[in-house]
T-cell receptor, first 115, second 109 residues
Framework: GAVVSQHPSRVICKSGTSVKIECRSL??????MFWYRQFPKQSLMLMAT?????????EQGVEKDKFLINHASLTLSTLTVTSAHPEDSSFYIC???????????FGPGTRLTVT | GQNIDQPTEMTATEGAIVQINCTYQ??????LFWYQQHAGEAPTFLSY??LDGLEEKGRFSSFLSRSKGYSYLLLKELQMKDSASYLC??????????WGAGTKLIIKP
């Protein structure tokens, strides 16, 4: 299957700082990338959908000014958590979709801890 | 509304067979996915069904009935490493995945 990488895998930051998470599709072009958040013992929650070259579509309840998404190329999307707070601590997972709508591959996830 | 239902937790014995059920209601339908997620890791793809019937892939099989809005994941010859959460997700008419809450499978020796 296709490979999606995420960086960093773990990050600890202080409250009020910003953190950028990168998601890359390594061997295919991803026209669409998805960003999920998962709290302990809960299911995946879709935060936003981003298409290359256009603005991301955010799910209801997700603050677009707090979670900045950039999908500048067919292989890279970034999520920036601005002015992070302890309640933003979570497991953030990206996935990338290829040309076929049923092909969706997940990155390994980024565990964010805000102190 | 759109909804996915699957059991919260199941327990099975090593070497046995377990069936995890999933029912779905979506606006349009473009297929049903099963993912495996170990604790602290991202989901990994197991199967995709869009036509009725059973798809077999080694120890894992997945079944779909579109008329009933029903799918199941069948795991045979259970191994301890199969202990994980199993996520059911249905793809709607906009090709968005609607996720279930996941079924935590506990394997006992």
């Amino acid at each position: 299957g296709a490979v999606v990488s995420q960086h960093p895998s773990r990050v600890i930051c202080k409250s009020g700082t910003s953190v950028k998470i990168e998601c890359r599709s390594l061997d295919f072009q991803a026209t669409t990338m998805f960003w999920y958040r998962q709290f302990p013992k809960q299911s995946l929650m879709l935060m936003a959908t981003s298409n290359e070259g256009s603005k991301a579509t955010y799910e209801q309840g997700v603050e677009k000014d707090k979670f900045l998404i950039n999908h500048a190329s067919l292989t890279l999307s970034t999520l920036t958590v601005t002015s992070a707070h302890p309640e933003d601590s979570s497991f953030y997972i990206c996935s990338a979709r290829g040309t076929e709508p049923y092909e969706q591959y997940f990155g390994p996830g980024t565990r964010l801890t805000v102190t | 509304g759109q909804n996915i239902d699957q059991p919260t937790e199941m327990t099975a014995t090593e070497g046995a067979i377990v069936q995890i059920n999933c029912t779905y209601q979506t606006s349009g339908f473009n297929g049903l996915f099963w993912y495996q997620q170990h604790a602290g890791e991202a989901p990994t793809f197991l199967s995709y069904n869009v036509l009725d019937g059973l798809e077999e892939k080694g120890r894992f099989s997945s079944f779909l009935s579109r008329s009933k809005g029903y799918s199941y994941l069948l795991l045979k010859e259970l191994q301890m490493k199969d202990s994980a959460s199993y996520l059911c997700a249905a793809m709607d008419s906009n090709y968005q995945l609607i996720w279930g809450a996941g079924t935590k499978l506990i394997i006992k020796p």
